[in-house]
């Protein structure tokens, strides 16, 4: 499992054999460059997942909700992820909580819309939790992935927990789990892809392996470019019509 927000990046995942593309809030990081992902609105979300949807041909498309839909109203929350299922071609929505966030999910499930769940680490909560931490009170973590399962979510994400309460969760429900700093003994993997190909602006989180390093290679060809320019070898013969 692995992000997308863009046709083109969600094409290239989707041919490579990408499972599960996430059009996820982290959007609000990676591609709009706030410190949060609280900014992020609905429309927001709506307007990246149609056109990951549309380019994905074979993936499962899940799509979060956003700070505060998930939040609000039970109805709000209905309402929203209906949007998902109804403007783009996406499949499923993703709900940060556990316990607290059952019946929630449940309503959601009922109305007929799949619901991955989301435990540890919740970047909506960022502010409560007091910061980016890891997650260990295993007792707990459990009984929300437990909730989740109960209520009828079909896939709990696990993030930023040691590796063996990420296999604690996974052992003790039925159905799959997605890692994210969770250890090896989940069902799959998820990363944000910017982290993945090394296009980002410089942080990388402790669970994160870098597989190339677009940023590098962006930044020399405008550097390329821009010399070219000033030498005047572009445009040449070849870029020039006649």
């Known amino acids: ?3 997308a927000y863009d046709f083109p990046t969600a094409r290239i995942l989707d041919e490579a054999g990408i499972d599960v593309l996430l059009v996820g809030d982290s959007l609000g990081m990676v591609v709009q460059g706030r410190e949060t992902t609280l900014q992020v609105t609905m429309d927001q979300m709506i307007y990246h997942a149609e056109m990951v949807g549309r380019a994905a041909k074979r993936a499962m498309v899940v799509v979060d909700l956003p700070f505060p839909e998930g939040q609000l109203e039970i109805s709000r929350s209905q309402l929203a992820s209906a ?7 996406c499949h499923a929505v993703k709900l940060e909580g556990g316990a607290e966030q059952a019946h929630r999910i449940e309503a959601i499930v009922t109305a007929g819309i799949p619901v991955m769940a989301h435990v540890g680490l919740r970047p909506q909560n960022v ?15 459990i009984a929300d992935a437990k ?4 209520a009828g979510a079909f896939c709990v994400l696990i993030e930023c927990v040691p590796a063996e309460v990420g296999a604690a969760i996974t052992a003790a429900v039925s159905v799959p789990t997605i890692g994210i700093g969770a250890g090896p003994d989940v069902t799959g993997q998820v990363l944000v892809t910017h982290d993945l190909i090394g296009f980002h602006s410089g942080y990388l989180p ?8 677009i940023r590098t290679s962006i930044g020399q060809a405008a550097k390329d470019y821009a010399e ?4 005047g070898d572009f445009p040449g013969d070849s870029e020039t019509f006649q």
Do not use: C, N, P
């Open 147 to 150: 909730a989740a399962e109960s």
């Open 127 to 141: 502010h409560v939790d007091g910061g980016y931490r890891v997650q260990r009170d295993t007792e707990r973590l």
């Open 1 to 3: 499992m692995l992000t």
């Open 206 to 213: 402790k669970f994160v392996r870098q597989f190339a390093d």
């Open 228 to 231: 070219a320019i000033q030498q």
């Open 83 to 89: 949007r998902v299922l109804k403007e783009t071609d």
